[in-house]
């Protein structure tokens, strides 16, 4: 939710119930389960603070989305609409309740101009991409070694391992996000095989998991195929949106402000999840412990079938949903992981949310040693009107990376790239994983180096790539882009570059 004026943000972390709150099913409409399984409705339009209402003849316009009176079925209202807006619905049999409770919210400004401009930097130079992927490869592992007593017949760990370690060589010798992104979905694709593996004796099958988060910021209709569509699946969204709400916590007790930009390796330009990508891949971690913590309920026998329910909506599309009292499991899991003891880099921790909390701490120290590098270096530019070179700094050029000759972009990105491999060793940073025990980490470890030994093999992969698809422009985030704007100066794009 963003408040029009002031450019403040609010973000929710919900559980998963087909892309709405099983407690707001109840808190808000006030219907039991078998009263929204009869009706086969959508499930509810929010007005928040911030954004004009009208009404003109039959249309309902919140902001600059237009909705239908007679299509409306629940209003959910946060701003405190017109006594006659409000008597319209009504008139048309729609349910509307006031709220004035933004519990469970996130109060956070968004990024700072200056460092989303950084983030971009980094991320359009894929300063971090490889960084993020070996994190990746290493929680996977982390989860299979933790779990590994559950197998039956230890023989076929093996091929997990080795199958993750086919992903994690398809993109060590890269750092085009593509490639990047495409070895961690392989690797994920393994990791479902194992979980499917351990769970399916107890009816238990990941299907396809997609986050609530799609749908926040949007009217909640529509045929979402993906959402919820097993058990499982509502097993898993729960879990992993109950863990990464600690990143929020997290971000907002140090007023850290990472809303607004899109991350290293969850980005997308056509999703809404794009723009809070940052907090994502910071979460990594914390979503990974939430796995192991589910399948571990799953095989104990903790959670089962009956705490989870079938609803019938979005047109009268089954979903799943888990129970309060399914909830109230998955949340005290939660609490005993973030609380217990956990090993990494050497270091034993009393608590991983302690860990998370020094992860965050040295990775804001890394972002803004990063910008201070960016604030210092220059890159040379030509300017025959001048007769000669034009010392630009990398910040300001970031802001014309779209529009740059491809020479000086490709330029530009060695510069920023090389930049973050060099503060990345200043501070020793690597991104946390999950790791249970010492033993654990010993035994990760040993599998990602006999990984490498053999990474020689694939040494021109990312050329490869490159001479066959084209080295694709990213596109900025739009804080930046807005940043951009607010400028007094010209653009780098107007000096002749050729």
Same mark, same amino acid.
Request: one cysteine or more; glycine letters at 6%.
């Given at each position: 939710?963003?408040?029009?004026?002031?450019?403040?943000?609010?973000?929710?972390?919900?559980?998963?119930?087909?892309?709405?709150?099983?407690?707001?099913?109840?808190?808000?409409?006030?219907?039991?389960?078998?009263?929204?399984?009869?009706?086969?409705?959508?499930?509810?339009?929010?007005?928040?603070?911030?954004?004009?209402?009208?009404?003109?003849?039959?249309?309902?316009?919140?902001?600059?989305?237009?909705?239908?009176?007679?299509?409306?079925?629940?209003?959910?209202?946060?701003?405190?609409?017109?006594?006659?807006?409000?008597?319209?619905?009504?008139?048309?049999?729609?349910?509307?309740?006031?709220?004035?409770?933004?519990?469970?919210?996130?109060?956070?400004?968004?990024?700072?101009?200056?460092?989303?401009?950084?983030?971009?930097?980094?991320?359009?130079?894929?300063?971090?991409?490889?960084?993020?992927?070996?994190?990746?490869?290493?929680?996977?592992?982390?989860?299979?070694?933790?779990?590994?007593?559950?197998?039956?017949?230890?023989?076929?760990?093996?091929?997990?391992?080795?199958?993750?370690?086919?992903?994690?060589?398809?993109?060590?010798?890269?750092?085009?996000?593509?490639?990047?992104?495409?070895?961690?979905?392989?690797?994920?694709?393994?990791?479902?095989?194992?979980?499917?593996?351990?769970?399916?004796?107890?009816?238990?099958?990941?299907?396809?998991?997609?986050?609530?988060?799609?749908?926040?910021?949007?009217?909640?209709?529509?045929?979402?195929?993906?959402?919820?569509?097993?058990?499982?699946?509502?097993?898993?969204?729960?879990?992993?949106?109950?863990?990464?709400?600690?990143?929020?916590?997290?971000?907002?007790?140090?007023?850290?402000?990472?809303?607004?930009?899109?991350?290293?390796?969850?980005?997308?330009?056509?999703?809404?999840?794009?723009?809070?990508?940052?907090?994502?891949?910071?979460?990594?971690?914390?979503?990974?412990?939430?796995?192991?913590?589910?399948?571990?309920?799953?095989?104990?026998?903790?959670?089962?079938?009956?705490?989870?329910?079938?609803?019938?909506?979005?047109?009268?599309?089954?979903?799943?949903?888990?129970?309060?009292?399914?909830?109230?499991?998955?949340?005290?899991?939660?609490?005993?992981?973030?609380?217990?003891?956990?090993?990494?880099?050497?270091?034993?921790?009393?608590?991983?949310?302690?860990?998370?909390?020094? !992860? &965050?701490?040295? /990775?804001?120290? *890394?972002?803004?040693?990063?910008? =201070? %590098?960016? @604030?210092?270096? $220059?890159?040379?530019?030509?300017?025959?009107?001048?007769?000669?070179?034009?010392?630009?700094?990398?910040?300001?050029?970031?802001?014309?990376?779209?529009?740059?000759?491809?020479?000086?972009?490709?330029?530009?990105?060695?510069?920023?790239?090389?930049?973050?491999?060099?503060?990345?060793?200043?501070?020793?940073?690597?991104?946390?994983?999950?790791?249970?025990?010492?033993?654990?980490?010993?035994?990760?470890?040993? !599998? &990602?180096?006999? /990984?490498?030994? *053999?990474?020689?093999?694939?040494? =021109? %992969?990312? @050329?490869?790539? $490159?001479?066959?698809?084209?080295?694709?422009?990213?596109?900025?985030?739009?804080?930046?882009?807005?940043?951009?704007?607010?400028?007094?100066?010209?653009?780098?794009?107007?000096?002749?570059?050729?």
């Amino acid at each position: 939710m963003t408040e029009k004026n002031t450019g403040k943000q609010q973000i929710k972390c919900v559980k998963d119930s087909s892309h709405i709150l099983y407690d707001r099913i109840y808190n808000l409409t006030g219907l039991a389960a078998e009263e929204i399984e009869e009706a086969r409705t959508n499930l509810g339009t929010p007005i928040y603070q911030g954004y004009d209402v009208r009404l003109i003849d039959d249309d309902l316009f919140i902001g600059d989305v237009r909705y239908k009176l007679k299509d409306i079925k629940f209003i959910f209202d946060y701003a405190g609409i017109q006594e006659e807006i409000k008597q319209r619905l009504l008139d048309y049999g729609c349910y509307y309740e006031r709220k004035t409770n933004l519990s469970g919210w996130f109060n956070v400004e968004r990024i700072e101009p200056k460092r989303a401009v950084y983030v971009d930097a980094i991320r359009l130079s894929n300063g971090f991409n490889n960084l993020y992927l070996k994190s990746v490869i290493k929680s996977d592992l982390s989860i299979i070694f933790a779990l590994q007593g559950m197998i039956p017949d230890q023989r076929v760990l093996k091929k997990y391992v080795d199958k993750i370690g086919d992903a994690y060589l398809y993109g060590y010798h890269s750092h085009a996000n593509k490639l990047c992104n495409s070895a961690e979905g392989l690797a994920a694709d393994v990791l479902w095989e194992f979980t499917n593996k351990l769970i399916e004796p107890y009816n238990f099958k990941i299907s396809n998991r997609i986050s609530d988060r799609l749908c926040q910021l949007r009217r909640m209709v529509g045929n979402y195929s993906s959402m919820a569509k097993t058990a499982t699946d509502a097993l898993f969204n729960t879990t992993y949106q109950l863990f990464e709400e600690e990143i929020w916590k997290i971000l907002e007790e140090k007023k850290i402000n990472y809303l607004g930009v899109g991350g290293f390796s969850h980005f997308s330009y056509y999703s809404d999840l794009s723009w809070m990508g940052l907090p994502l891949d910071l979460g990594d971690a914390l979503k990974k412990g939430g796995h192991y913590t589910l399948v571990d309920t799953i095989l104990a026998e903790e959670i089962t079938h009956e705490d989870i329910k079938r609803l019938t909506a979005f047109k009268g599309e089954d979903n799943y949903t888990v129970t309060k009292y399914g909830c109230d499991i998955l949340y005290e899991k939660k609490e005993e992981l973030f609380e217990s003891s956990c090993f990494y880099r050497g270091k034993q921790y009393s608590s991983f949310r302690e860990a998370c909390r020094e !992860e &965050i701490d040295k /990775f804001d120290r *890394l972002l803004s040693n990063i910008g =201070d %590098r960016l @604030e210092e270096e $220059h890159l040379s530019i030509k300017s025959p009107d001048l007769g000669n070179n034009l010392a630009v700094k990398l910040w300001r050029l970031t802001l014309d990376w779209e529009y740059l000759p491809a020479k000086l972009r490709e330029n530009l990105g060695e510069s920023v790239f090389q930049i973050c491999q060099e503060e990345i060793q200043k501070l020793d940073f690597q991104p946390l994983v999950w790791m249970r025990s010492k033993h654990i980490e010993q035994r990760v470890n040993q !599998e &990602i180096a006999n /990984f490498e030994e *053999l990474a020689f093999l694939f040494t =021109d %992969r990312e @050329e490869k790539h $490159h001479q066959k698809h084209g080295r694709k422009i990213g596109q900025l985030s739009p804080i930046t882009k807005e940043f951009s704007e607010t400028l007094l100066e010209l653009p780098v794009s107007w000096i002749n570059l050729e």
